[in-house]
């Protein structure tokens, strides 16, 4: 599996190895300032982030906000911002009240 975080339109920009949701969360702001300083309607979305296997089945069609990774430790890094970070445990009580 790549580590390579790709744009929507398929531009590599980054890397992430799937360890640490806090280094994700750097790696995304250091993103988003690299394609404003582009000027760039580039995104990335969280379904495009690498390591996607590491999320639980239960969270896989999570809707309720967006769910960027789960590392290594079992912290997410949530929301649309990419700002929070949550324990996996917490994730998964949420979506079980119905919320996908």
């Known amino acids: 599996m790549s580590d390579e975080i790709k744009t ?3 531009r590599a920009v980054g890397t992430w190895n799937g360890a640490s949701a806090t280094e994700l969360m750097q790696e995304l702001t250091r993103i988003r300032k690299q394609l404003a300083d582009e ?3 580039e995104k990335v979305s969280p379904r495009d982030i690498p390591h996607r296997d590491q999320i639980p089945a239960d969270l896989q ?3 309720a906000y967006p769910l960027w990774c789960v590392d290594k430790a079992g912290s997410c890094l949530v ?3 990419a700002n929070r970070i949550e324990p996996v445990d917490k994730v998964l ?3 079980l009240v119905e919320h996908h």
Do not use: D, L, P
């Open 61 to 63: 069609n999570f809707r």
């Open 79 to 81: 929301g649309a911002g």
């Open 8 to 10: 929507t339109e398929g």
């Open 93 to 95: 009580a949420f979506s």
């Open 39 to 41: 000027k760039s309607r």
